[in-house]
T-cell receptor, first 116, second 114 residues
Framework: AQKVTQAQTEISVVEKEDVTLDCVYETRDTTYYLFWYKQPPSGELVFLIRRNSFDEQNEISGRYSWNFQKSTSSFNFTITASQVVDSAVYFCALSESMEYGNKLVFGAGTILRVKS | GAGVSQTPSNKVTEKGKYVELRCDPISGHTALYWYRQSLGQGPEFLIYFQGTGAADDSGLPNDRFFAVRPEGSVSTLKIQRTERGDSAVYLC????????????FGQGTRLTVV
């Protein structure tokens, strides 16, 4: 069965600190997709990144970077020089194989609190 | 608007009543999903539409839950004989429908059954 584990329930940092959010997944599929979403207090899930199982290149987007390692089934997310606006719940998700589209299996989320 | 729109944003209903939750996806998105998010947890899949048909309804918890998308755009999630355990945020998402395409979520409907 598909499963996503986000072991960190809550993380608190001081502004400008770097922070890494961990994500470990389980799947029997050889082709799959991994996602990170941000959920601010407003409640809307905001898409951050998608990675397919054949692309293990790490990605950087501004202060955000992602480290995908198939060998350890991990897809970790790092925020560099964190800001108060980064405070939110972050979800890692795995797509199940479907003919079209994606059925996402989410982790329980990590609450990130960035203090000024 | 440009995003996924869900109405109402909040719904309080009495136990045993019937409710309908509406989702208006991004124009042109053929795939539509419903998820349910309980407090402190990640969203859980309920049902997926490709066009007008329900391609996968394996996440619906029981036969009190039903969803439709008659014209391939707006979708309605219907819950009969509501129970207190149905209280949650119901999230709708849409995507272009290709494998691996990212889903865009609405702000959700917070359902409270009293």
């Amino acid at each position: 069965a598909q499963k996503v584990t986000q072991a960190q329930t809550e993380i608190s940092v001081v502004e400008k600190e770097d922070v890494t959010l961990d994500c470990v997944y389980e799947t029997r599929d050889t082709t799959y997709y991994l996602f990170w979403y941000k959920q601010p207090p407003s409640g809307e899930l905001v898409f951050l990144i998608r990675r397919n199982s054949f692309d293990e290149q790490n990605e950087i987007s501004g202060r955000y970077s992602w480290n995908f390692q198939k060998s350890t089934s991990s897809f970790n997310f790092t925020i560099t020089a964190s800001q108060v606006v980064d405070s939110a719940v972050y979800f890692c998700a795995l797509s199940e194989s479907m003919e079209y589209g994606n059925k996402l299996v989410f982790g329980a989320g990590t609450i990130l609190r960035v203090k000024s | 608007g440009a995003g996924v729109s869900q109405t109402p944003s909040n719904k309080v209903t009495e136990k045993g009543k019937y409710v309908e939750l509406r989702c208006d996806p991004i124009s042109g998105h053929t795939a539509l999903y419903w998820y349910r998010q309980s407090l402190g947890q990640g969203p859980e899949f309920l049902i997926y539409f490709q066009g007008t048909g329900a391609a996968d309804d394996s996440g619906l918890p029981n036969d009190r839950f039903f969803a439709v998308r008659p014209e391939g755009s707006v979708s309605t999630l219907k819950i009969q004989r509501t129970e207190r355990g149905d209280s949650a945020v119901y999230l709708c998402a849409s995507s272009l429908g290709g494998k691996g395409t990212e889903a865009f979520f609405g702000q959700g409907t917070r359902l409270t059954v009293v």
